[in-house]
């Protein structure tokens, strides 16, 4: 199956730093999501981005398709970015999670 | 915007007790999915199901057992429960005829606690 590997695994940021996670996958993908995972538990939706880039707001990600990598860029970072963050990746209907990356955003 | 409705929130279950997860997708969509997550790992896919038929079938024990009903909503069926089926279960809904590709979108999750 499908591969995927998160990096950095652990991230310690001050507030207002910048940041780039990176996402890996093994073989050709037809969906790709980045997810954020907050302090509860929910699994919020950042992007949809099998190819191509997007902007939201402090957030940017960025599919390289051809060569499996991905990376989501957060800008100014605020507390409220901590967390968990998850690439996901498929093929078929299901998405397969990457081991994500804990970021901490301290004051 | 609507947005995936699971239920209940919050269970705790003794050992050998069955549990039953429901989850009602956003409205038009047509495809449902199922997740576990344990206690620091990543989300791992249990089964999907797309306009009510089994589309996908991932690392779901035979225990599990879930469906999709006409009104699109879906029912996760957990017998014989172990210690182990401690998790957070997550429903997932998106549509393979719409606007912004195959988004999948996430409930907030069951966190069921096996006692």
């Known amino acids: 199956g499908i591969q995927v590997e998160q990096s950095p695994p652990d991230l310690i940021l001050q507030e207002g730093a910048n940041s780039t996670l990176r996402c890996n996958f093994s073989?050709?993908?037809?969906?790709l999501q980045w997810f954020h995972q907050n302090p509860w538990g929910q699994l919020i939706n950042l992007f949809y981005?099998?190819?191509g880039t997007k902007q939201n707001g402090r957030l940017s990600a960025t599919t390289v398709a051809t060569e499996r990598y991905s990376l989501l860029y957060i800008s100014s970072s605020q507390t409220t970015d901590s967390g968990v963050y998850f690439c996901?990746?498929?093929?078929?209907?299901?998405?397969?999670f990457g081991t994500g990356t804990r970021l901490q955003v301290f004051p | 915007a609507a947005g995936v409705i699971q239920s209940p929130r919050h269970l705790i279950k003794e050992k050998r007790e069955t549990a039953t997860l429901k989850c009602y997708p956003i409205p038009r969509h047509d495809t449902v999915y199922w997740y576990q997550q344990g206690p620091g790992q990543d989300p791992q896919f249990l089964i999907s199901?797309?306009?009510?038929?089994?589309?996908d079938k991932g690392s779901i024990p035979d225990r599990f057992s879930a469906q999709q009903f006409s009104d699109y909503h879906s029912e996760l069926n957990m017998s014989s429960l172990e210690l182990g089926d401690s998790a957070l279960y997550f429903c997932?809904?998106?549509?393979?005829?719409?606007?912004?590709?195959?988004?999948?979108?996430f409930g907030p999750g069951t966190r069921l606690l096996v006692l």
């Open positions: 073989d050709s993908v037809n969906n």
């Open positions: 997932a809904s998106s549509s393979k005829s719409g606007t912004s590709g195959e988004t999948q979108y």
């Open positions: 996901a990746v498929g093929s078929t209907d299901k998405l397969i």
């Open positions: 199901f797309y306009e009510k038929m089994q589309s």
């Open positions: 981005i099998p190819s």
